[in-house]
C-alpha cells in the first residue's frame, strides 16, 4: 500500500513570496490533516479535512494560510505572502476516518526555508 | 503553554542501557498516543492508551498511562541504536475537542 505522498520536499524562498505544497493520502483515507512542525518543537495542526469539508482549521493562520482539498482527495497548503517565521516542515497525514484517536499515516514533509 | 511536556528534552545512551521518558499535562486527556520519528521522515505511531492505568508492551517498550488520565511514559528496555529518533506523545483532551503533540524527546542511542 502507497503511502502518504508529499512535494516538494524542499523549497527555499525569500520572504513575501507565495509557496505551495501538495499532499496525496492514503486511497480512501477520508481524512486529511496538515501539520507544521518547527524546528525542536512537535508538530502543530493548522487544519483537517473530512473528504472536501473542513473540520478544524482554528490554528491556521487565515491571513496568509489557505488549504484545499479538492474532490475529497488531494490536497493543496499555500502561504501567501511568507514570512521568516513560516520557516518549517510542512507534514501532511491521513486517516481512515475522523475519530480522534485514528492513526495518523505521516507523508515525509516537504521543509520550508524562507529567507 | 504548552497542554503536553516532555521530559527529558534529549537523552544520549548506550546501546543496552534502559530509558525511561515522560510526557506530563496539567490537563486531562481521553487518550494519549506515543509516535516516533527519524530525520527527514514524519511520525509513525506506536501505541495508543485510553484507559487510566493502561499498560501496553510492544517489543521491548512499555506504555503505561497514568491513573489520573494526565501523564504517560515510555520504556524501552535494553536501548538499540534503532530505537533513535524522536518520541512524541500526543493527545485528546477530555472535551474531545483539541488533539496536540509535544515537543518530542530526542534519543540517541550509541553503539
Same mark, same amino acid.
Given at each position: 500500500e502507497a503511502g502518504v505522498a508529499q512535494s516538494p520536499r524542499y523549497k527555499i524562498i525569500e520572504k513575501r513570496q507565495s509557496v505551495a505544497f501538495w499532499c496525496n493520502p492514503i486511497s480512501g483515507h477520508a481524512t486529511l490533516y496538515w501539520y507544521q512542525q518547527i524546528l525542536g518543537q512537535g508538530p502543530k495542526l493548522l487544519i483537517q479535512f473530512q473528504n472536501n469539508g473542513v473540520v478544524d482549521d482554528s490554528q491556521l493562520p487565515k491571513d496568509r494560510f489557505s488549504a484545499e482539498r479538492l474532490k475529497g482527495v488531494d490536497s493543496t497548503l499555500k502561504i501567501q505572502p511568507a514570512k521568516l517565521e513560516d520557516s518549517a516542515v510542512y507534514l501532511c497525514a491521513?486517516?481512515?476516518s475522523s475519530g480522534r484517536?485514528?492513526?495518523?499515516f505521516f507523508g515525509p514533509g516537504t521543509r520550508l526555508t524562507v529567507l | 503553554?504548552? $497542554?503536553? +511536556?516532555?521530559? =527529558?528534552?534529549? $537523552?544520549?545512551i548506550q546501546e543496552g542501557e534502559n530509558l525511561t521518558v515522560y510526557c506530563n499535562s496539567s490537563s486531562v486527556f481521553s487518550s494519549l498516543q506515543w509516535y516516533?520519528? +527519524? =530525520?527527514g521522515e514524519g511520525p509513525v505511531l506506536l501505541v495508543t492508551v485510553v484507559t487510566g492505568g493502561e499498560v501496553k508492551k510492544l517489543k521491548r517498550l512499555t506504555f503505561q498511562f497514568?491513573?489520573?488520565r494526565k501523564d504517560s511514559s515510555l520504556h524501552i528496555t535494553a536501548a538499540q541504536p534503532g530505537?533513535?529518533? $524522536?518520541? $512524541?506523545?500526543a493527545g485528546v483532551d477530555n472535551y474531545g475537542q483539541n488533539f496536540v503533540f509535544g515537543p518530542g524527546t530526542r534519543l540517541s542511542v550509541l553503539p
Open positions: 491521513s486517516s481512515f484517536i485514528d492513526e495518523q | 503553554t504548552q $497542554l503536553l +511536556e516532555q521530559s =527529558p528534552q534529549f $537523552l544520549s516516533r520519528q +527519524e =530525520p497514568g491513573d489520573a530505537d533513535t529518533g $524522536l518520541y $512524541l506523545c
